[in-house]
C-alpha cells in the first residue's frame, strides 16, 4: 500500500526558533491521525509544509505522490478559524468554492445536506453559530473527494452532538480511504475517534502510536484504591507499606511490573477488603508524560 503522506527527517526553523526538528510519518490510505501537542509544539508548522504554504529547511516530504503543494486538487484543509463572506449564503459560500476548484456546482446542495446544513442553505452565514461555520469548512474540505484531510483544531467550538456528527463523517471518508490528519487538544475525543496519535513536543516528534502502545511505553504507575472492612485498614497498610490514607481509603501507585503481585497481596487479604478499584494512567498522564520529556 502506497502511504498518502510520507514525511522524514523534515526541519525547519524561524529564526532562531526550530519549528520542527528531524519530523518523520506516514499516513495510510483510510487511516485517521490526531496530532497532539502544546501549543507552539510545531502543529500548524507541520501542517503547512504539507500544504506547500511553507517550504521546509530539510528533509522529505511526498503527499499523495507528490511534492506539497502539487496535488492541490487531492488535498483538503481546514484552518482551524476559517473565515467566509458572512454576506454569503452558505450555498453561495460553497457554490464559489466549487467553482474555484472546478467542480461541477450542482453538487453543492448534496454537499451541505452531508454536513447537516441543508436546512439553512439559503442563509447568509453572518446569522450561523460558531458550529454552523465550521461546517461551512468542513464542506468546503470536502469538495472533490480529497485523498488526505488536514484539519487543525476542527472540533474547537462545536457542541457534543456536532462533535459526534463530526466525526461520523470523518469515519465515512475514511472508511471510503481517505486520509485524515487532525490537530487537537481535545484528548480523549481523539483517542476514541482516531486510528493513531502522534505527539508533537518543542518541534519534535516524541511519540507515535495507538492508545495502548502509548499506554506501554510510558509505563507509568497504575493506582490502587482500597476500601478496607472496618478496622482492618491497619492490618493493610502493614502487608503493603506503599498504600498511604487517602479520601477515606486506602491508596497505592505501583508499577507495571508489579501490578499482578500487587493484586495478587491484596486478593490474599480479600477478607479484610470490601472494594478494590485499579486506575489506570489517564490519557492526560501520558500525554504530559511525552509532551513535557524534552523539557518543556
Ligand atoms: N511565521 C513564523 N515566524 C516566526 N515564528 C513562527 C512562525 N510560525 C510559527 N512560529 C514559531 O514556531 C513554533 C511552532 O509554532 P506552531 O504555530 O507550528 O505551533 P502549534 O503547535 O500549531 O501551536 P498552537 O497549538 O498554539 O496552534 C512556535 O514557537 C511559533 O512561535
Do not use: W
Request: glycine share 10%; proline share 4%; with cysteine.
Amino acid at each position: 500500500m502506497t502511504s498518502t503522506l510520507t514525511i522524514s527527517h523534515l526541519t525547519k526553523a524561524f529564526g532562531g526558533v526550530k519549528a520542527l526538528s528531524d519530523v518523520s510519518l506516514a499516513v495510510e490510505p483510510g487511516e485517521r491521525v490526531a496530532l497532539l501537542g502544546h501549543n507552539g509544539a510545531g502543529k500548524s508548522t507541520l501542517m503547512k509544509v504539507i500544504l506547500g504554504l511553507i517550504a521546509p529547511d530539510g528533509g522529505e516530504i511526498s503527499v499523495c505522490g507528490a511534492a506539497p503543494g502539487k496535488a492541490r486538487s487531492q488535498v483538503a484543509y481546514l484552518p482551524e478559524n476559517a473565515a467566509f463572506h458572512s454576506a454569503l449564503t452558505g450555498l453561495e459560500q460553497i457554490t464559489y468554492y466549487m467553482r474555484l476548484r472546478g467542480e461541477a456546482v450542482s453538487g453543492a446542495m448534496e454537499l451541505l445536506d452531508r454536513v447537516g446544513l441543508g436546512h439553512a442553505a439559503k442563509r447568509r452565514i453572518c446569522t450561523y453559530s460558531k458550529g454552523m461555520r465550521q461546517r461551512v469548512g468542513l464542506a468546503q474540505a470536502l469538495i472533490g473527494h480529497p485523498r488526505l484531510l488536514v484539519l487543525d483544531e476542527p472540533t474547537s467550538g462545536l457542541d457534543p452532538v456536532s462533535r459526534r456528527d463530526f466525526y461520523e463523517l470523518l469515519d465515512g471518508l475514511a472508511a471510503d480511504g481517505a486520509s485524515i490528519l487532525l490537530s487537537s487538544h481535545a484528548l480523549t475525543e481523539v483517542e476514541a475517534r482516531t486510528d493513531r496519535l502522534l505527539i508533537l513536543s518543542g518541534g519534535r516528534m516524541v511519540a507515535e502510536g495507538s492508545l495502548p502502545e502509548l499506554r506501554r511505553e510510558a509505563a507509568l504507575p497504575v493506582s490502587m484504591q482500597i476500601t478496607a472492612l472496618n478496622g482492618y485498614d491497619t492490618d493493610i497498610m502493614a502487608a503493603l507499606p506503599d498504600a498511604i490514607r487517602l479520601n477515606g481509603g486506602l491508596h497505592l501507585n505501583c508499577t507495571q511490573e508489579d501490578k499482578l503481585a500487587t493484586l495478587a497481596r491484596i486478593s490474599a487479604m480479600q477478607e479484610k477488603v470490601t472494594d478494590l478499584e485499579v486506575i489506570p494512567p489517564s490519557l492526560e498522564d501520558i500525554y504530559s508524560h511525552f509532551s513535557r520529556r524534552d523539557g518543556q
